[in-house]
């Protein structure tokens, strides 16, 4: 596939990178060696690069989006790409970029424009938690909170440290709620749960180790312990993705739809963003976005 007009969302605040109106000058020379012209425009807070993509698709005059952000800017652009026939490239600027280390992204200006300059694309599925679409993954509970947590300023300076230090924190504290989650009309007790789309959870984890963005269907992995220690034999295990072995506790299946609810207030994260609470809806949405990738 030939890209000739790329539109550049890129954010600004993301990451802790230094001077990114030169970082996209530089990038955007780069992209004109490989034949494409690019436009580029700054966020200027949230929810603005949903709009930018909406009207970007609008548009017709550009036949490729690229995204320079974080995890979060990246699934902001995608509710404004759903249902549009424009494809998505992603260049890497955040503090944990984990979609772009499940697909193989390079994070360099030159190897990103090269990847363009290639062409090479991928439709894939992408989750939609109520009325949010995620590349990721959602989170119910333990890891909500813990997102619900996270210093925004010490986020800026010490990077992936802030959601550890949050981490912890959380941990410390929790009182484990319970909540319910009934897939394919089963019905499993919870107090932590994650729906993935992708094997990366960020942080080294892989709590949905199975999950692949080629697949029709969401891996969903249920834990129902209120043990803090037996959280962190699971945190262990997480590593390497021995959850998935009939582990104590812990219950790992596929599926095309999730329904979650609780008789408490249960928050949910949607790639790394708080979303809201129980109760909701997950599902997979199949050929969703066409991606650039190597």
Known sequence: MSFKRAFIIYNPASGRAR??????????????????????????????????????????????????????TVNEA?????????????????TAN????????????????????????????????????????????LDASIVNRVDRALKRKIGLFAYWCAGFRQLISWRPSQFTVDVDGTKYTATFATIGNTSGYGGGLKITPLARMDEECLDICIFSTASRWRYLQYLLSCYGGKQTHEMSGVVYLKA??????????????VDGELLGNLPMRFEAVPDAVRLVVP
């Open 19 to 72: 001077n990114r109106v030169q970082q996209v000058l530089h990038f955007q020379h780069c992209l004109s060696r490989y034949g494409v012209d690019s436009v580029a425009e700054a966020t200027s807070g949230p929810f603005e690069a949903s709009r930018l993509a909406r009207v970007i698709s609008a548009s017709g005059q550009y036949d490729l989006v690229i995204v320079n952000g974080g995890d979060g």
């Open 78 to 94: 995608l509710q404004g790409l759903i249902g549009q026939n424009l494809p998505m490239a992603i260049w890497p600027g955040g």
């Open 98 to 141: 984990v979609l772009a280390g499940d697909l193989g992204l390079p994070t360099k200006a030159e190897q990103v424009a090269k990847l363009v300059g290639e062409g090479k694309t991928k439709q894939v599925t992408v989750g939609r938690a109520g009325d949010r679409y995620f590349f990721l993954m959602a989170g119910i509970g």
């Open 256 to 269: 095309r739809e999730v329904q979650a609810a609780s008789a408490q207030s249960a928050l949910v994260q």
